[in-house]
């Protein structure tokens, strides 16, 4: 295992995001206060309690996991996408390092940005409402565990993406709406029957669900399905990883 050069990767990804923290940190903390501030503030008193919890208590996870989920995507796709762009990546590619180092170095950084983001943003939320974390423990695992696994496949959107406006396409478009539609602000058991059993197509629904059981201990799924499904989808994406280094797609052409 080559260290020196997991750490070169790693220190150089975290310093990229120390030189522009207004955009990687402050400005999703920012964007999840105001809503905190519109729908936990404003509206949650107007709420009834979902679950036995309060509105504003109840929709802090799924926040979180809206911020995490969108950055982890942003942060690993631009982390690999550009050095493609500027052409060094054929620096790392012809270096003395394997292809499961360079994963690490890159999908360990932007990892750790989000986990520390996610933090602050859970920090935060105590200013707004008052809530308390059954499952600490539960919690961080699954925070780092959400955080790995979409930066896996925030890389491989890095990899795909020809151009700057398709590292955007996949967390506005997709993973936005589906977190939205996954359970964030409401339960699933408030949905009619049939949509209840069409929203659990989404996968969002189980990291959410599971994330959210962690704080209070109830959840719209099994925690264990929860975990199953997100482990199941971080498979994928090692897969796809795999696959993309032992044919050279978009990396070496």
């Known amino acids: 295992m080559n260290f020196y050069a997991i750490k070169a990767i ?17 400005s999703p903390v920012i964007s999840t206060s105001l809503y905190f501030i519109v729908f936990g503030s404003a509206i949650g008193p107007r709420m009834a309690q979902i679950d036995g ?10 926040l979180i996991m809206l911020s995490v989920l969108t950055e982890s995507i942003s942060n690993a796709s631009f982390g ?24 690490i170095g890159y999908v360990g950084a932007a990892a750790s940005k989000s986990v520390i983001l996610g933090l602050i943003i859970m920090f935060t939320s105590w200013l707004f409402v008052d809530y308390t974390i059954v499952h600490p423990w539960w919690m961080l695992a699954f925070l780092i565990l959400t955080s790995i696994t979409f930066c896996l496949f925030g890389f491989i959107i890095g990899v795909w993406a020809d151009g700057w406006e398709k590292l955007q396409i996949v967390p ?5 709406p589906l977190t939205f539609l996954g359970g964030s602000f409401y339960s699933i058991s408030m949905l009619p029957p049939f949509w209840q059993k069409v929203t659990l197509f989404n996968p969002v629904v189980y990291l959410v669900s599971g994330f959210r059981w962690s704080f209070y201990g109830v959840s719209d ?22 696959w993309i280094f032992r044919t050279g797609y978009r990396l070496k052409t």
């Open 221 to 242: 799924v099994s925690v264990g399905i929860s975990l199953g499904m997100t482990l199941v989808f971080m498979l994928l994406c090692l897969a796809g990883i795999w």
């Open 53 to 62: 919890v309060s509105y504003g208590a109840y929709i802090v996870p799924g």
């Open 10 to 26: 790693y220190i150089f990804e975290m310093a990229r995001t120390w030189r522009t923290i207004l955009q990687s940190i402050a």
């Open 80 to 103: 690999i996408y550009m050095p493609k762009w500027a052409g060094t990546i054929y620096e790392v590619l012809s270096a003395p390092i394997s292809a499961f180092e360079i994963v």
């Open 172 to 176: 506005i478009m997709i993973v936005t």
